[in-house]
């Protein structure tokens, strides 16, 4: 085997660990922020029941695990419409994606389903603004 043809091999190696370590990282990742084990839940069952429930005309929320806490910098109602800012970009809540059922742990929350090109809102509800 030539020298370049070695160098070539080498480097295939190096990123295909990469790759795999990136890969195990991201399940590993993922699985802790789930509460798979359900441990997190048992400190408040009712909560959990509730955040479970949650749903919008666009469908089941999922769970606060999938959804996320708003500071208050980063959402607002313009024109009469919510907007919320994700990852430095506002985007309009679509009406169907409002939870109307009062909000139980006062914080306001949005659910989003990131796409490679676009977020789209899943759920979004409310809180007090502070």
Request: glycine share 6%; proline share 5%.
């Amino acid at each position: 085997m030539n020298h370049i043809a070695r160098e070539i091999m080498w480097m295939f190696v190096a990123f295909s660990a990469a790759v795999g370590l990136a890969l195990v990282f991201g399940v590993t990742h993922t699985a802790k922020a789930r509460d798979l084990d359900g441990r997190y839940a048992q400190a408040n069952p009712e909560m959990k029941k509730w955040f479970d429930k949650l749903s919008s005309k666009r469908g089941p929320c999922c769970s606060d695990a999938d959804g996320f806490a708003v500071s208050d910098v980063d959402w607002e109602v313009k024109d009469g419409k919510y907007r919320v800012r994700l990852e430095g970009e506002w985007h309009d809540v679509p009406d169907d994606a409002l939870i109307t059922e009062p909000n139980r742990v006062g914080r306001t929350m949005v659910w989003p389903i990131k796409y490679p090109d676009t977020i789209h809102i899943r759920c979004f509800m409310p809180g007090a603004m502070t």
